[in-house]
């Protein structure tokens, strides 16, 4: 039997319960489109991870406090501060593979305009920060290296700071407080928005970092220090200047623990990236069930229309039709079910994807369609067919002739 005269009788097999074809390729159009939505999120994740690490450079470097043994405990990494204003001096006049450096300490604190307040995180840094993270002024400037050393009451705002203190008032030469001291405004960073997992960029305030450990947390030791290499290629080197500068300056023995860490974006990317593709691998993992619950619908409804032709089958075994041809008849029907549930599936699973920005839940989730992940789940369906669908054909080819013609 010719494959187009297979291909007609099913889908006129198909045909007589349109309602009954149409579930069974429910549960494949389903687990099609969770599949493709599912790894689109995954993927999109990943595109956003990656971007916003581009956007900070591939020539930034983090020297963060490490942990130490003290009387047989140890402590975690940042547990204990090490770090100082002389440390970041140092590595800056010091190491000939580093071009900028910024001291950094944060604090989350209330700030205050009039009636207005909002609590946000406050991050001491350097007059370099701006061209070391990649982050421009949109309004003012932001405060030079006079002012910081001068302890300068000075800030500047992120995004969305401004956003719910002025709204569309222009802050530059405003008044606000940080627990209870005056800043004026002097800046406004460009916005950046939404990052995925990581909240928005814009909810900070730069002040000098100064000015924070002085009046504000009344501290002398560094939260970290972000430095820029002169190049994404002397980056490895200068990671090697600064952690031998830092442990001759701490007096670290050889053979000892750091008790600081440095760390350089692309360390960080790649871990980034590793976490982002487990979590595709799992949601696609996860939606692939649906699938298998698909394969094993059309295996049920094949394993009924099995039953109700078994006189067909008799008729057509006994003028000539062979095991073969049985076989392969029931085998293609299987088949073109998980094809055309594929096919829907794919336009599903697109579609969710593209639509998920305008639902305003789902507006932050960036999702990327990739070729290959549609590639695949059009595979896989097809892949559940053959499966699922050879048992009950090979039920079908193995009946006896006459006993099926007995059949009622």
Known sequence: MSIFRILRVSFRALGRNKMRTFLTMLGIIIGVGAVIAMVSIGAG????VEDRFSSMGTNLLFVSPGSRNTGGVRSGFGGFQTLKEDDATAIKEECPSVQDVSPSV???SQVILGNKNWNTNVQGTGAGYPEIRKWPVELGSYF??????????????GGEVRKNLFDTEDPIGKVIRIKKVPFTIVGVLVTKGESAGFGSRDDQICIPYTTLMMRIQKTDYLSSIDIAAVSADTTAKAQQEITDL????HRIMPGSDDDFQVRNMADIAESAADATNILTLLLGSIAS???LVGGIGIMNIMLVSVTERIREIGIRMSIGAKEK???????VEAIVLSLFGG????????GVSKLMKFIPIFASITTVVSPSSV????LFSASVGVFFGFYPARKASKLDPIEALRYE
């Open 45 to 48: 994740a990943k595109q956003a």
């Open 106 to 108: 944060s604090s989350r």
């Open 144 to 157: 030079d290296e006079a002012q910081v050393k001068a302890g300068a009451k000075v800030c500047v705002l």
């Open 246 to 249: 830092l442990r001759n300056r």
């Open 289 to 291: 069930i649906s699938l």
């Open 325 to 331: 041809d049985i076989l392969l008849q029931f085998l």
């Open 343 to 350: 096919i829907l599936g794919i336009v599903l699973g697109v």
């Open 375 to 378: 590639i695949l789940a059009f």
